[in-house]
């Protein structure tokens, strides 16, 4: 099996990377059939965004690795053979900004928007084309995939989703009015836009997968279906199994 290793900066990574690399070899990625990434999960989302063809086989070596797997140097190859893919489709963003500029990015994880000033965002959420809240009052709203829904979206108290459901969260970021409101769930093949209400006075900016835009008047998010990342977990230790951990700890 022709494997292409890389890893974060932390040293912990970098020798593991060494040590595989020399033990089982290392090609270029025109070459590889396989890429195993070392650290943490920002580093798989960073390999997910730049290699959309090759599976993807993540060893933690770093904090948290909710996308990674355990690190072990034995019987790579046969682990790597007795994986479970999971593909994930990741989402399209395009952000118009007060300088007439249009910018788009993907995100696996979440598109989120986040207040930029000391008052709390005004946003105006429409679905298909059809306003749904004319104003929502909220230090940011974000909109996640099921595998980025044990992120950001869990820690603002949204919805953890099965894989395989076909479905977004939207979730607001410390609502203030409408108080109660902590979001909806969306079909996969909606199309969902934030508009900005008093983006001078109530500046926000949007972030996709850490790459963010500032001083946005609108954002437009879809998932984007032609577009699918690899990923290859352990048996029994698949996205969907810790997913479903998750909500029970």
Same mark, same amino acid.
């Given at each position: 099996?022709?494997? %292409?290793?890389?890893?974060?900066s932390?040293? +912990?990574?970098?020798? +593991?990377a060494? !040590?595989?690399?020399?033990?089982?070899?290392? @090609?270029?990625?025109?070459e =590889?059939?396989?890429? @195993?990434?070392?650290?943490?999960?920002?580093?798989?989302?960073? $390999?997910?965004?730049?290699?959309r063809n *090759?599976?993807?086989?993540?060893?933690?070596?770093? !904090?948290?690795?909710?996308?990674?797997?355990?690190?072990?140097?034995?019987?790579?190859?046969?682990?790597i053979?007795?994986? #479970?893919?999971?593909? $994930?489709?990741?989402? +399209?963003?395009? =952000?118009g900004?007060?300088?007439? &500029?249009? &910018?788009?990015?993907?995100?696996?994880?979440?598109?989120?928007?986040?207040? =930029?000033?000391?008052?709390? =965002?005004?946003?105006?959420?429409s679905?298909?084309?059809?306003?749904?809240m004319?104003?929502? $009052?909220?230090?940011?709203?974000?909109?996640?995939?099921?595998?980025?829904? !044990?992120?950001?979206?869990?820690?603002?108290?949204?919805?953890?989703?099965?894989?395989?459901?076909?479905? *977004?969260?939207l !979730?607001?970021?410390?609502?203030?009015?409408?108080?109660?409101?902590?979001? +909806?769930?969306?079909?996969?093949?909606?199309?969902?836009?934030?508009? $900005?209400?008093?983006?001078?006075?109530?500046?926000?900016?949007?972030?996709?997968?850490?790459?963010?835009?500032?001083? @946005?008047?609108?954002? #437009?998010?879809?998932?984007?279906?032609?577009?699918? %990342?690899?990923?290859?977990?352990?048996?029994?230790h698949?996205?969907?199994?810790?997913?479903?951990?998750?909500?029970?700890v």
């Amino acid at each position: 099996m022709k494997m %292409h290793f890389i890893s974060s900066s932390t040293e +912990a990574a970098v020798t +593991a990377a060494e !040590t595989l690399s020399a033990r089982y070899g290392h @090609v270029p990625i025109p070459e =590889a059939e396989v890429i @195993v990434a070392l650290g943490g999960d920002g580093l798989m989302l960073s $390999v997910m965004h730049q290699n959309r063809n *090759l599976p993807v086989y993540g060893m933690n070596r770093g !904090t948290i690795g909710f996308l990674m797997n355990g690190y072990s140097e034995s019987d790579l190859p046969e682990r790597i053979a007795a994986a #479970e893919e999971t593909v $994930v489709n990741p989402l +399209a963003m395009t =952000a118009g900004t007060t300088d007439g &500029h249009e &910018h788009c990015a993907l995100a696996i994880n979440e598109v989120s928007l986040l207040r =930029a000033g000391p008052q709390a =965002a005004r946003l105006q959420i429409s679905v298909n084309g059809r306003v749904r809240m004319r104003e929502l $009052v909220c230090d940011g709203a974000l909109l996640c995939t099921p595998a980025g829904s !044990t992120a950001y979206n869990y820690s603002a108290n949204g919805p953890i989703l099965p894989l395989g459901t076909d479905v *977004l969260a939207l !979730t607001a970021i410390a609502a203030f009015r409408p108080r109660r409101w902590r979001g +909806a769930i969306l079909p996969s093949t909606a199309t969902l836009r934030f508009d $900005v209400l008093e983006p001078d006075k109530r500046p926000v900016m949007a972030d996709a997968d850490s790459r963010g835009v500032n001083s @946005v008047l609108w954002v #437009e998010i879809r998932s984007e279906t032609s577009i699918s %990342h690899r990923l290859l977990f352990d048996p029994g230790h698949g996205l969907e199994e810790r997913l479903m951990r998750e909500q029970f700890v």
